[in-house]
């Protein structure tokens, strides 16, 4: 099964700063992959997905990700942060169909002013 | 908003009960999902019901059951509860079979305790 590591639990960083959450991958071929965000008491929502092509994403919030093979990456980046993105962000992979996720443990974001 | 909502928001239940969880899924989705969020951890796949049939299981025991009704909208239900089963039930509903986004739509969830 294919699986997703984020190594980072907790990141905090000061607001305008920017940002770079890490997530590594288990998978032999070209991976699915997403980005989703939870922000306090809501449910989770998607920022942008890789499935093939142009391995620089762009997703919504002025978030992006890029995906390298030879790292096994697919991390996520945001020039400048705003207090509103502070949340856990959670990297996902699909296993036994693209709706049916494995996700990693999450980074919780901190921002301060 | 996603358009999907579960109710109830919050419970509180003691070891060996039952409880079920509801969802409606997002209009025009006929697929559901349900995932367990223990304090923490990121969500876990529990299983996906497609046109009122499950389609597809993670590591849950059968305690864990679900059902989908006509109007796509579905329940879990828990068995036996265990205080480990206190988490953050997440339900997400998607297009379904065909439409391959591989976006799903959660709603709010609901936050279950067993004492």
């Known amino acids: 099964a294919q699986s997703v590591t984020q190594p980072d639990i907790h990141i905090t960083v000061s607001e305008g700063a920017s940002l770079e959450l890490r997530c590594n991958y288990s998978?032999?071929?070209?991976?699915?992959l997403f980005w989703y965000v939870q922000s306090p008491g809501q449910g989770l929502q998607l920022l942008l997905k890789?499935?093939?092509?142009?391995?620089l994403v762009q997703g919504i919030k002025g978030f992006e990700a890029e995906f390298k093979r030879s790292q096994s990456s697919f991390n996520l980046r945001k020039p400048s942060v705003h207090w509103s993105d502070a949340a856990e962000y959670f990297c996902?992979?699909?296993?036994?169909?693209?709706?049916?996720?494995?996700f990693g443990t999450g980074t919780r974001l901190t921002i301060i002013p | 908003e996603t358009g999907v909502t579960q109710s109830p928001t919050h419970l509180i239940k003691t070891r060996g009960q039952q409880v079920t969880l509801r969802c409606s899924s997002q209009?025009?989705?006929?697929?559901v999902s349900w995932y367990q969020q223990a304090l923490g951890q990121g969500p876990q796949f529990i299983f996906q019901y497609y046109r009122e049939e499950e389609n597809g299981r993670g590591n849950f025991p059968p305690r864990f059951s679900g059902l989908q009704f006509p109007n796509y909208s579905s329940e879990l239900n828990v068995n036996a509860l265990e205080l480990d089963d206190s988490a953050l039930y997440l339900c997400?509903?998607?297009?379904?079979?065909?439409?391959?986004?591989?976006?799903?739509?959660f709603g709010e969830g609901s936050r279950l305790t067993v004492l």
């Open positions: 997400a509903s998607s297009g379904g079979a065909g439409t391959n986004t591989g976006e799903l739509f």
């Open positions: 998978y032999g071929a070209t991976p699915y």
């Open positions: 209009s025009g989705h006929n697929t």
């Open positions: 890789y499935f093939s092509g142009d391995t």
């Open positions: 996902a992979v699909p296993n036994f169909g693209n709706e049916k996720l494995t």
